[in-house]
């Protein structure tokens, strides 16, 4: 994975939610892992006030610098003590006045990672991702994790890996590897080379294609593999629609990571399908890689 600063080692954004408090918590861990400081860091959203018409009150409220004390408070009992809660060489907290996306996007470019929860469930009870953690999958400078709030994935079980030969499948799999090695598991990698989920088409070639998968697999994994020995590695073909296999093999994985836009994107798409259904629907921690 590529370098980059560690004014805030890694960032989670808080704001008092149950989805918040799992986000510290695994972002805590993984600062740890890492050996980097975790910052939690809130955003007060200024306030308009009325006359004149438009104008931001200049500094934070009482009222609000208060919540803002009480929501870092939470966030900081939340990080997790005690034998198998490792706590990170540093725990900072990081009060702005300002809004929010704008001002975790900004942060964002000197952090190793963002953390972020999930939100909960629409009226029809379809998960949604909150429109903070939405807007750093899209514009965030560095990997966003997401998190949701509920039971702790088995930290036994796997990092799962989806592959699709894009540069941003190749930062992911960088991310990959090193998140594997520092937990002491397996890597799944899952590589999924048609994006229809129908029956053979006429004139479909079906080994040809398989070829084609298992090669992809092979080049952007061997390096990979010699520089991380330790880790065991798992390879997963299919053909079918990815997210709908990457969602599958989520179950049997605590930690998911993907690229922020696959090999059907353009240039100016900042986030893709794929990594977006993942992020929206997996009941484990995803993490998107820009």
């Keep these: 994975m590529t370098d980059r600063s560690t004014e805030f080692g890694v960032l989670v954004g808080v704001d008092g939610s149950a989805a918040s408090d799992a986000a510290v918590a695994w972002g805590a861990r993984e600062a740890a892992l890492h050996r980097l400081p975790v910052t939690l860091f809130h955003a007060v959203?200024?306030?308009?006030?009325?006359?004149?018409?438009?104008?931001?009150?200049?500094?934070?409220?009482?009222?609000?610098?208060?919540?803002?004390?009480?929501?870092?408070?939470q966030a900081r009992a939340a990080v997790p003590t005690g034998p198998g809660g490792a706590e990170p060489p540093g725990i900072r907290t990081q009060l702005v006045y300002s809004g929010v996306v704008p001002a975790l996007v900004d942060a964002s470019a000197g952090a190793r990672m963002v953390v972020a929860g999930s939100q909960g469930m629409s009226a029809l009870g379809r998960l949604l991702l909150g429109s903070v953690t939405a807007g750093l999958l899209h514009y965030a400078r560095c990997p966003v994790a997401v998190i949701r709030s509920g039971a702790a994935p088995d930290p036994g079980l796997p990092v799962l890996l989806g592959i699709d030969g894009s540069p941003a499948s190749e930062e992911a799999t960088a991310l990959a590897f090193e998140e594997a090695s520092r937990r002491g598991v397996g890597l799944v990698a899952l590589h999924v080379w048609s994006d229809v989920a129908v029956f053979p088409i006429l004139g479909m070639d079906w080994h040809e294609r398989e070829a084609e998968g298992q090669e992809i697999l092979a080049e952007r994994l061997a390096g990979w593999q010699e520089r991380y020995p330790d880790v065991r590695v798992e390879r997963k073909l299919f053909c079918d629609k990815p997210a709908h296999w990457l969602l599958q093999?989520?179950?049997?994985?605590?930690?998911?990571?993907?690229?922020?836009?696959?090999?059907?994107?353009?240039?100016?798409?900042?986030?893709?399908?794929?990594?977006?259904?993942?992020?929206?629907?997996?009941?484990?921690?995803?993490?998107?890689v820009r």
């Design 45 to 73: 959203q200024p306030v308009v006030v009325g006359w004149p018409v438009g104008q931001l009150y200049a500094d934070i409220p009482e009222w609000q610098q208060e919540e803002a004390q009480r929501v870092l408070e």
């Design 249 to 288: 093999e989520s179950e049997r994985a605590q930690l998911v990571v993907v690229g922020s836009r696959g090999r059907g994107g353009f240039p100016g798409m900042l986030l893709g399908s794929v990594s977006s259904a993942v992020a929206q629907s997996a009941r484990v921690p995803v993490i998107v």
